[in-house]
């Protein structure tokens, strides 16, 4: 299967498989950011487009926009993610160029439901076309305390 926005890049329509240790890597980092937001990036190999066997987090500036700018920005880090968008292009980059590209940003969604929301959408996707050559996955960590 191809995505028709990028079909030189099959892991954005593909049945992704995770490695159990970034699945462990994931739910760790959303656990440690709860209750805010936690976001970040998985690679794998160009020549298994499903597999996905490497986690890095990247920093939710989500509050950090807010402080600056709460007209614009108003949502903290509790209900919304902003990644890096300079790192992640770059990332991006880097990754095709070395044969282990980004292949999913994922984030979490703190007490909410585990799906691509209208807010992702207004950040991701532009007229139904996605903003960055990425799959997205959204996680839903429960409360560490419970
Ligand atoms: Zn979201």
Request: aromatic content about 10%.
């Amino acid at each position: 299967m191809t995505h028709p926005q990028f079909p030189d890049l099959p892991w954005i329509d593909a049945d992704l498989r995770i490695d159990s240790h970034v699945l462990a890597d994931v739910e760790a980092h959303a656990l440690a950011e709860y209750p805010s937001e936690c976001c970040g990036f998985l690679f794998g190999p160009a020549a298994e487009p499903e597999r996905l066997d490497e986690a890095r987090r990247e920093v939710n500036e989500a509050d950090k926009y807010h402080r600056l700018d709460p007209e614009t920005f108003p949502r903290t880090s509790r209900t919304y993610f902003k990644i890096h968008e300079l790192r992640a292009a770059r990332t991006l980059e880097e990754g095709a160029a070395a044969g282990r590209p980004l292949k999913v940003i994922y984030h979490s969604h703190c007490d909410a439901g585990a799906y691509f929301s209208a807010e992702d959408a207004a950040t991701f996707a532009h007229e139904g076309l996605l903003t960055w050559p990425a799959d997205h996955r959204v996680i839903r960590p429960s409360d560490p305390t419970e």
